[in-house]
């Protein structure tokens, strides 16, 4: 059985990426797969890497809790919205917190390259943006998506990951916003 894990990295109490969360969750629910739910603000843990990645810093339970449900998933949908260009700055610090040295990848001594040690699971990026087809994909090329695509998933053993992008948030109306609900909610139904 695919087991899903839904993480939302949204910021905002009330937002459509919310909705959006809700609406894959219960798809997935309905297509009888295994699915938790992972709000990354409601986390108790400091997003801020001190000292480095190396540091030391002590892991919140948290972050081992996080670091569980990624662990059991084998597939991954991340919820999140596109500030400046990029994931907001708490989806920054749950991935440099959870996704570290050891649990996602590893550095082994005399070994030319490091271990990708999250292989095996799949991903879905579903990104919202007020921004408009023409000027994130054209102009700015996608960079937000692809930084974590490729610096993040790839790095780590994640694929194959799809997205979904939901363009010009803001100015859209309420038959918009449904009809990317009910294909969300789709995409939970198939585990997709």
Same mark, same amino acid.
């Given at each position: ?7 939302? $990295?949204? &910021? ?7 909705? =959006?969360?809700?609406? !894959? ?5 309905? $297509?009888?797969?295994?699915? @938790? ?6 986390? *108790? ?17 948290? /972050?081992? %809790? ?13 919820? !999140? &919205? ?5 994931? &907001? ?15 996602? !990848? ?25 921004? %408009? !087809?023409?000027?994130?994909? =054209? ?7 692809? %930084?974590? *695509? ?9 694929? &194959? ?8 948030? @803001?100015?859209?109306? @309420? ?13 939970? /139904?198939?585990?997709?």
């Amino acid at each position: 059985m695919k087991k899903i894990l839904v993480i939302l $990295g949204n &910021p905002k109490k009330t937002s459509f990426g919310r909705n =959006l969360a809700e609406a !894959y969750v219960k798809g997935a629910k309905a $297509g009888d797969f295994d699915v @938790r739910f992972l709000d990354v603000t409601a986390m *108790k843990f400091d997003p801020i890497l001190h000292e480095g990645k190396d540091s030391g810093q002590k892991i919140e339970e948290s /972050v081992l %809790s996080a670091r569980k449900d990624i662990y059991w998933a084998n597939h991954l949908v991340f919820i !999140y &919205p596109i500030w400046w260009g990029s994931m &907001p700055a708490i989806m920054k610090g749950f991935i440099e917190r959870v996704f570290s040295n050891g649990f996602a !990848y590893k550095y082994v001594k005399g070994e030319a390259f490091h271990r990708r040690l999250l292989k095996g699971k799949s991903a879905r990026l579903i990104i919202t943006m007020d921004a %408009s !087809y023409l000027l994130y994909k =054209l102009l700015l090329r996608e960079h937000g998506v692809k %930084s974590i *695509k490729i610096n993040v998933f790839f790095f780590c053993g994640i694929g &194959p990951v799809k997205t979904s992008n939901i363009y010009n948030v @803001r100015k859209s109306g @309420r038959e918009s916003r449904e009809k990317w609900l009910d294909r969300i909610h789709g995409f939970g /139904v198939k585990g997709l």
